[in-house]
């Protein structure tokens, strides 16, 4: 008899992938969501990258292209976010609080 080993799916794989396109919808929402849910899906997505070193073969090819899909969204997601961020924080340093009440989806 051959010994087959069966492929599972890894854990937190499809988490990953809805946390990092989350992170990239979320960034215009001051920033701060987006940048939350990219840390926490890169943070997943790198325990999950340590089990993959651990056994390479063990795990499907499908679960693994779709945490390397949510760990680019949350890189992308982080990025966009963080310029957000710095933009929003700009605004109000630059003209206090009345430059929020003039932020670029009121002028739509």
């Known amino acids: 008899m051959e010994n087959i080993s069966k492929q599972e799916e890894l854990p937190n794989h499809m988490v990953v992938m809805i946390l990092g396109i989350l992170s990239i919808l979320t960034c215009c ?3 701060i969501p987006g940048l939350i849910m990219g840390i926490v899906a890169l943070l997943l997505a790198a325990k999950s990258k340590k089990l993959i070193e651990e ?3 063990s795990y499907t090819s499908g679960s693994i292209k779709n945490l390397n899909t949510g760990r ?3 890189i992308v997601g982080i990025s966009f976010s963080a310029f957000y961020f710095i933009y929003v924080i700009a605004l109000v340093f ?3 609080m009345e ?3 003039t932020m670029p989806w009121d002028q739509l």
């Open 29 to 31: 929402c001051w920033g």
């Open 72 to 74: 680019i969204c949350a």
């Open 94 to 96: 630059s003209g206090g």
């Open 55 to 57: 056994n390479p073969g």
């Open 99 to 101: 430059a929020l009440s």
